[in-house]
């Protein structure tokens, strides 16, 4: 079946610091994908949508400065968590789906900033 | 409305086997998500699946029927550790999240 590769699973990193998380679509074309972010003890939460070649459309109240996505090809997206700080710390997961067919999920990634 | 449904508790005896079952009623479905959960702590991914049939992983599990709004989590040769909440949770046509209410799974020696 479809295979989404997020990377890295889990990362440590210095408040101040940025950190880029990867997603990629091994077998099918990721026109569109999704990056959600989990908060403790409560649901995962869309962060933005971003469609290949076009910019991120962010969800209301999710700082677009602060979470660069970029969606440059059909196979890769990048969320990068600029300057970050440890209410950033949490677990991001992203989706893809090649047009309109299934979203397949990522395994995630376990964000720690110190 | 929406509407999850999954047993609040169940009690299994270690070293067995358990399945969680899981009834969805959502406003369109983009896949389905099982997290364990310990008291005080994050839930944990456990397993994805978008597509019917079974997908394995080691001792767990995870199965679906789009056609039925079904799914379940199986738990093989059950570990102490393994007590825990059990979430189901459901994408829906917004590729929103929607929860469970969880299920309390108790390990008996």
């Known amino acids: 079946g479809a295979v989404v590769s997020q990377h890295p699973s889990w990362v440590i990193c210095k408040s101040g610091t940025s950190v880029k998380i990867e997603c990629r679509s091994l077998?099918?074309?990721?026109?569109?994908m999704f990056w959600y972010r989990q908060f403790p003890k409560q649901s995962l939460m869309l962060m933005a949508t971003s469609n290949e070649g076009s910019k991120a459309t962010y969800e209301q109240g999710v700082e677009k400065d602060k979470f660069l996505i970029n969606h440059a090809s059909l196979t890769l997206s990048t969320l990068t968590v600029t300057s970050a700080h440890p209410e950033d710390s949490s677990f991001y997961i992203c989706s893809a789906r090649e047009r309109e067919a299934e979203a397949f999920f990522g395994q995630g990634t376990r964000l720690t900033v110190v | 409305g929406q509407n999850i449904d999954q047993p609040t508790e169940m009690t299994a005896t270690e070293g067995a086997i358990v399945q969680i079952n899981c009834t969805y009623q959502?406003?369109?479905?983009?896949?389905l998500f099982w997290y364990q959960q310990h008291a005080g702590e994050a839930p944990t991914f456990l397993s994805y699946n978008v597509l019917d049939g079974l997908e394995e992983k080691g001792r767990f599990s995870s199965f679906l029927s789009r056609s039925k709004g079904y799914s379940y989590l199986l738990l093989k040769e059950l570990q102490m550790k393994d007590s825990a909440s059990y979430l189901c949770a459901v994408i829906d046509s917004n590729y929103q999240l929607i929860w469970g209410a969880g299920t309390k799974l108790i390990i008996k020696p």
């Open positions: 077998d099918f074309q990721a026109t569109t």
């Open positions: 959502t406003s369109g479905f983009n896949g």
